[in-house]
């Protein structure tokens, strides 16, 4: 491949829920060039996340749908190859929303950050070190504001965002509980992320019986990144004061029309919990704040990250359907060329 | 009738759902005498609350469920007339969760608060200046920080504490429209409560379109006092940053096994939103700081509150009924002679 040729991942028909390998296509174009103001990222590595789902649905949410045709809308972490902007150089590392493809022409505007820990390596700026550890920090610590010997239960535990809540809330005194799905994922929970405990919910007889028994006083903090049956058996075993991060909805495949499960209202009335809509995107202001906190972290070697590399961008089309299926057992990343 | 002889409504079998009269049997009985350390109340209003369902009903709760056999628990008010206790005197006004029972001998414990302010009448500590009137102003302000040129929406609009918070919302320089059912009702929201905009939900084709075309900005605040098919129609309008106090769900006759209706998490998430479950109880260290505010506003005339009197102790057993049925117009008491 020259290195103007372009790779990119095309939306090719409007979804409804997961969308699988058909609806994109892999493509190859010449790049553009480059206008006054803009510059030239080659991409490293393509982020795989669960909020690209909704971003190519056709519902209301934080940012309008993908167009049908457009590169898929994705965050990417790679190296300034060319400019013609002057605040960006060539050589730097960036990470924004660059798309799932191999060029990215910017003028800033998709820019989320610049990658400047070298010693680092910049796949962790779309895992750990960039939305999902920033989600993690923010949604457990600005919206529970977690004490030291509370109960925290995790939803995904293992997963990008999950293995980090649960690792910061036990760097910060906390009892943990994660909840993921198969023997490997909470054999990971256990030895990897540092959860006191963990339950598999593909192999428990009864999920709301066992959280009930591995939490004898209550739930305190329930960081949710599924919603479904998971949540509902949690909700069952809050304690007075219960705060709610309401983080992702993974376990639900379609929103429209809204789909039906047991009513909320009491059971925050009852123990007076609050329940709280988290978007990351609402700390921009603060990214930097969380970053230097999870690099710290890191190079103490007091929080880990586990990375899942696809090896190629032929994989990109099926990736969010192994990322719902819970296939992946790290960040899912897709690595350039 | 002897000063001696107490009337009392006993619980005589437990109930599933809003009891009927049939649940209560009215009895006369003599008081016991008072040991050291006790005071007689002579009760001149009884309170019917909303909250008096969950209390007889057999399932998890903030309080024990009252005992079959025993008088009903409700708040009272009502003159001290003989006294063994250091602390109160005989004369004194007091209202607390004295039972539905002409007479009650307490120790103290049982009392809310002492009632002072002798140029309002004694009744209204149990409504605008007790926990409904509480309750709106801690529910309103603490919980969700209502800001000028917000639009909050209140169900149960005419209701004892519904009315209280759609006043206070206003003084707050807040939009406000109420929901209530059929047409007194919310005629009285807009005359005698001045709520901005009110929609009566018995009588509406499309409670969410019609709640589309009233708050076209969204909800702010929904201050929720009914779940069900209500709540559901304004969690499809809530505004970016929303705040919901969830303080009662007077739609819902049953919650074992839990009732299903939509799943909030995505709405929550999509609109960072806020749903906190509200208990007046957790402010019994702030009790007086919201009736003074309260009495305050009621002498200016800035605050009005409407009661619905039953005239004898014979018309509690369906009293609640009564208040589920939304046949009440304004804070249901019951005098006691």
Redesign the interface.
Known sequence: MTSMENRRVLLNARPIGVPGAEYFTVVSQPVDALKAGEFLVHNQFLSVDPAMRGWVNDT???LPPVAVGDVMRAFAVGKIVASNHRDYAVGEVVCGLFGWQRLTISNGDNVMRRVTDEDLSPSLALGILGLNGITAYFGLLDACDPQAGETVVVSTAAGAVGSCVGQIAKLHGCQTLGIAGGRDKVQQCITEFGYDQAIDYKNTGDLQAELGDKCPSGVNIYF?NT?GPI?DAVFEHLALGARIT????AA?QE?SP??????????????????????VL?YKQRYLEAVKHLADWLRKGQLVAREHVLADMDQAPGALQMLYRGENTGKLLIKVD
């Open positions: 209301p949410n934080y949710d919603c949540s309401v983080c992702g909805t639900i929103w809204l789909p039906v499960g047991p009513r909320v209202h009491r059971q925050l009335m009852v123990n007076r919990a609050r329940m709280t809509g988290f978007l609402d």
